[in-house]
């Protein structure tokens, strides 16, 4: 339901409830017309405090921990209504004939007593004035307003810090994109520099694959999302892209779920663990492996492993020495998937490899 809607809402509540508990207060003396305009004036009257207390008292008083200015206010409010209840009561008793006492019977009043072989006697003083009635609904009155300001107060403040939580997230996140993609590019850029001096045709090629993936980055990828095949397509480029300067010592497998079920994911959120693959699981001189599976589980659960070998002298720690690619691909992952992803690194496999791997629920 629409935020206004639940205000109206609210508010419509609000207004039931008061006339539901006031015009089913009793008549007292009066009855038919007299009591209906009686109650009415008390009705708008508590709906104008509702809404001062509610309004202005609340966060002007009580938010600003004036405590004993508030509570002035509310007694104020009390006795004001309590006064004007008795004196339009009053008006209204005699207009019809029935002022026949000089202290008459309402709420509050008690029935005339007669005193053992005595006068008659009767109430007198405050309690001739004070309805049990009237000040009870005004101090509920008050305190539906008071309990009506605090969540509307808090639900202004948990929209903003929802706000605040949202632009910190864009910010960051643009933060963090935009240290991912110079870093992917500077190095692709290096080892096509390295290409044009081997083999110029392969080299053109590199830079064909490359185009692509900028495409891909900066226009595929503008809403923040991507399509799951069009972020396994990018990791195909950047896997065949490396594999051109590769050796026969290297051994690459690329696994895909087949049929692969569409689901939107963050762009390149997967490319910087098959980086560090690359950047730390390749030798010249020894044979190396590097093994990428990715999984569909379910259409939207993502599985994806990935391991490559580890030699004795170069440290591959998610964290540590290993540029800023995957410190940042983890904080976004805590970013955009809170509680909806499992990340776990174990640098040594008893196969002697390391091994990257990540459940995460896309939706």
């Known amino acids: 339901m629409p935020r206004q809607a639940q205000t109206w809402l609210l508010h419509a509540v609000i207004w039931v409830l008061l006339g539901v508990l006031l015009f089913t207060q009793p008549a007292g003396r ?181 185009s692509r993936m900028m495409r891909y980055v900066l226009y595929d990828t503008q809403h923040g999302t991507a399509q799951l095949s069009q972020e396994v397509q990018f990791l195909q480029d950047y896997i065949d892209l490396m594999q051109l300067r590769l050796t026969d010592n290297v051994q690459i497998e690329f696994t895909t779920p087949h049929p692969l079920q569409e689901a939107p994911i963050a762009p390149m959120i997967l490319l910087t663990f098959v980086e560090n693959a690359f950047k730390h699981g390749v030798s010249t001189l020894a044979p190396s492996r590097i093994r990428i599976t990715v999984q569909q589980p379910t259409p939207q659960t993502l599985e994806v492993t990935v391991q490559n070998s580890v030699f004795a002298d170069r440290p591959v720690a998610l964290d540590e020495n290993s540029g800023i690619g995957l410190v940042n691909t983890r904080r976004r992952l805590e970013l955009l998937y809170p509680n909806r992803h499992t990340l776990t690194v174990t640098e040594q496999t008893p196969e002697h490899e390391y091994q990257v791997h990540l459940l995460l629920r896309l939706s």
């Open 30 to 210: 009066l009855s038919g017309r007299p009591y209906y305009l009686l109650q009415a004036a008390l009705f708008v009257t508590s709906l104008s405090i509702f809404y001062l207390n509610s309004n202005w008292a609340v966060p002007r008083l009580l938010y600003h921990r004036r405590v004993l200015l508030y509570i002035g206010f509310v007694v104020i409010v009390v006795l004001g209504v309590v006064m004007a209840h008795r004196r339009l009561q009053t008006y209204f008793e005699a207009s019809i004939g029935n002022f026949r006492q000089e202290v008459p019977q309402s709420y509050g009043l008690g029935p005339r007593e007669r005193g053992p072989g005595g006068p008659q006697r009767s109430q007198s003083g405050i309690l001739g004035w004070v309805n049990p009635a009237v000040v009870l609904s005004t101090l509920l009155v008050v305190g539906l307003g008071t309990s009506v300001a605090a969540v509307q107060r808090g639900q202004r403040e948990s929209q903003l810090r929802q706000a605040l939580e949202q632009e910190k997230l864009s910010t960051e996140l643009s933060w963090l994109k935009a240290q991912i993609n110079p870093h992917f590019f500077f190095n692709t850029l290096n080892n096509i520099y390295s290409l044009t001096l081997l083999d110029g045709e392969r080299a053109r090629e590199a830079i064909h694959r490359l």
